[in-house]
């Protein structure tokens, strides 16, 4: 016989588990840290053609401000938000945070949406005077002077699509979860070659 749906169980893994070292590392030499940032959650939210839905949106759901153009803003909780394009946003959140923001979805404006792509990705901080040699071997972007604190990107490392944004001492790159491996390996060997 078979398990009904209410008594299967999800089980959740990092993007990035399986190529880190038994600390949480996939990298970690002198002056370059590399590791996988886990338990966040990504909502992606898509607006509408109503600045004053949106924005009241933002700030009712997620008490964040809309950032502009390539831009980040932060808010409660170590919440950030992302322009990815002019009606879709990306929403990063602690595990506590999304579960106080799911009772206010249903306040939603009309033609604004919201939906849960936390499985999709994984992000990986980089730390260290090297970080900046490290990704120029495979980014497309310029990173050590166009990425400044509180921009975000999306670009490609290697063939693969990812997302990087800045915040503080820290680098931080999101990558979709079925380009982990691929790109855990570039990192991996052009981190050798440092």
């Known amino acids: 016989m078979s398990k009904s749906k209410n008594e299967i169980e999800p089980i ?19 002056n370059l840290i ?11 939210l898509r607006t509408s053609k109503s600045s004053t839905n949106n924005t009241k949106a933002a700030k009712d ?40 923001i799911e009772g206010k979805l249903a306040s939603l404006p009309t033609g604004v949406s919201i939906s849960d792509n936390s499985g999709a990705y994984g992000i990986l901080e980089f ?13 497309s972007y310029d990173i050590e002077d166009s990425l400044k604190d509180g921009k975000a990107v999306s670009t490609t490392f ?11 001492q820290s680098l931080f790159m999101m990558v979709r979860h079925s380009f982990s491996h691929y790109v855990a390996g570039l990192l991996k060997d052009s ?3 440092l």
């Open 12 to 30: 959740f893994r990092s993007t990035f588990d399986p190529v880190t070292d038994g600390d949480g590392f996939l990298i970690n030499q002198k």
């Open 34 to 44: 590399s590791q996988e940032v886990s338990g966040n959650s990504l909502l992606v």
């Open 61 to 100: 759901i997620f008490n964040l401000k809309l950032p502009g153009a390539l831009e980040m803003t932060n808010g409660d909780n170590d919440s950030k938000c992302f322009w990815i394009s002019p009606d879709e946003f990306w929403v990063l959140l602690k595990p506590n945070h999304k579960m106080e």
């Open 127 to 139: 730390t260290g005077d090297q970080t900046n040699n490290l990704l120029a071997r495979w980014m």
């Open 158 to 168: 290697g063939q693969a699509p990812v997302f990087v944004y800045r915040h503080k």
């Open 191 to 193: 981190a050798k070659r």
